[in-house]
């Protein structure tokens, strides 16, 4: 790989993490919130993320579809600051609605990151390198996680939750403006040719502007890419889901600050994060996982393995044993998103790349940002009842929920059965 391929991939690695970290902020400071604002947790999920998630989906398909016929670059650069600066006046507002607007305002601005910058590393990246590329770019969701947690944890802690909001948001100001200016749009389909015949086809069928509904029912069509899509979104319901709640069970159920639930998690999302993303993207590039199929059982097994400690997470008074369950946890919710994002690249052709990404952002969002969070609420304050939810109601909603990564497993096991088709399809041209 180039100088420049690297410093693309890093550049769009640190606005995943950025993406992430604002995001993730306040699931940490809930318990806070909550404190502040006198919410229930019902509310509580609809503050963090019901309205993020809702308008990033319904934002997600018409930006994708920009970004598949205009500059990725500038959408990026235009998003990020938008989302940022939105994040900073999160931490300005002083009541429940003015703080729902302001989170809406960040899923609409956060629908513009992930799409364009995932179609625009497949065009940096030639096809046997792109899982690696896109597992390196997956780094950035470990690393935007502890920002989240132990960063924004210490900073709420020292100076109170709303400077948590201002620490995460103004970074992605500067970063806005250093990708308009340092970093070109490049050329779609250019690099999918191995010669310079079917390159300049490639670069030629990437042209085609494909309207929005035909791409629609093109992804949709293919059933193996259906599969992998749902059970990305099904994992991120499971393992995100989980740990969306997660700083407020440790603040409840361990009499925790912001802070403390921070250092304990944040470690596990840059160390186990970082690790099995890098792992994962290693493992990747050898010529062992070049069959697509062995990646779909890979992503099966650990997540259908995984999926018994994470129960034992919610289910033990025992802190130690949580930790320990925590530490296998939270490397699983990190080694699909490289493999699944560089396989969904290699099914669909170039110019529906961002649109197929953004699908599988928009199941993944709407199952952990809106359904996760608020099933968890709801159960919560159901089984509390008048009193008010506490540890207690919190621990039931989430051992609900942790059996969920067994529906993942079986979604990548269906995938197998005609990924080689489509993928075959799409080597040939055949759209």
């Known amino acids: 790989m180039t100088a420049r391929q690297w410093y693309v991939l890093i550049v769009l690695s640190l606005v995943y993490a950025i993406n992430i970290a604002d995001r ?17 947790d019902s509310q509580l999920a609809m503050l ?9 989906v319904l934002a997600g398909i018409p930006i994708s579809a920009l970004a598949d016929r205009y500059s990725r670059r500038n959408i990026i650069s235009a998003a990020l600051v938008i989302w940022s600066a939105l994040t900073v006046f999160t931490g300005l507002t002083r009541s429940f609605w003015p703080m729902f607007w302001t989170r809406v305002g960040v899923g609409v601005g956060e629908s513009g990151g992930t799409p364009p910058s995932t179609s625009m590393l497949a065009d940096w990246f030639r096809p046997h390198q792109r899982t690696f590329a896109l597992t390196f770019w997956a780094l950035g969701a470990s690393l935007g996680a502890w920002i989240g947690a132990d960063v924004a944890g210490r900073v709420a802690d020292a100076y109170g939750w709303r400077a948590a909001f201002f620490a995460m948001g ?38 085609v502007k494909v309207p929005v509904m035909a791409a629609l029912r093109t992804i949709l069509s293919q059933p193996a890419t259906m599969h992998l899509m749902t059970g990305s979104a099904v994992t991120a319901l499971w393992g995100w889901g989980l740990m969306w709640w997660t700083p407020t ?7 925790m600050t912001a802070g403390e639930a921070g250092a304990i998690l944040g470690p596990m999302y840059l160390i186990a994060g970082i690790l099995a993303t890098v792992g994962t ?8 996982m070049t069959d697509p199929k062995r990646v779909l059982w890979l992503m099966a097994i650990v997540v259908g393995v995984v999926t018994v400690p994470s129960f034992f997470i919610y289910w033990t008074d025992n802190l130690a044993v949580a930790k320990i369950c925590l530490w296998i946890l939270v490397p699983a919710m990190y080694f699909y998103i490289g493999p699944c994002f560089g396989l969904l690249n290699n099914m669909v052709p170039p110019q529906l790349r961002a649109m197929a990404s953004a699908v599988t952002l ?25 009193g008010g939810a506490d540890a207690a109601s919190l621990r039931i909603a989430l051992l609900l929920l942790a059996p969920t990564g067994f529906w993942a497993t079986y979604h990548y096991i269906a995938a197998t059965r005609k990924i080689d088709e489509e993928v075959a399809r799409v080597r040939n041209a055949k759209f």
């Open 24 to 40: 993730y902020v306040i699931s940490t400071v809930m318990e806070s919130i909550k404190i502040d604002l006198h919410v229930t």
């Open 48 to 56: 963090t993320g019901t309205a993020l998630a809702v308008f990033y």
């Open 170 to 207: 103004v970074p992605g100001l500067v970063m806005g403006i250093l990708i308009f200016l340092t970093i070109r749009e490049p050329q779609r389909g250019a690099l999918d040719g191995n010669d310079s015949t079917t390159a300049l086809a490639a670069v030629e069928r990437a042209q």
């Open 249 to 255: 069970f440790l603040q409840r159920t361990y009499h």
């Open 281 to 288: 993207g290693l493992l990747m590039a050898t010529r062992f």
């Open 362 to 386: 928009l199941l993944a969002n709407i199952a952990n940002l809106v359904i996760a969070p608020q099933f968890v609420g709801f159960v919560s304050d159901h089984v509390a009842g008048p």
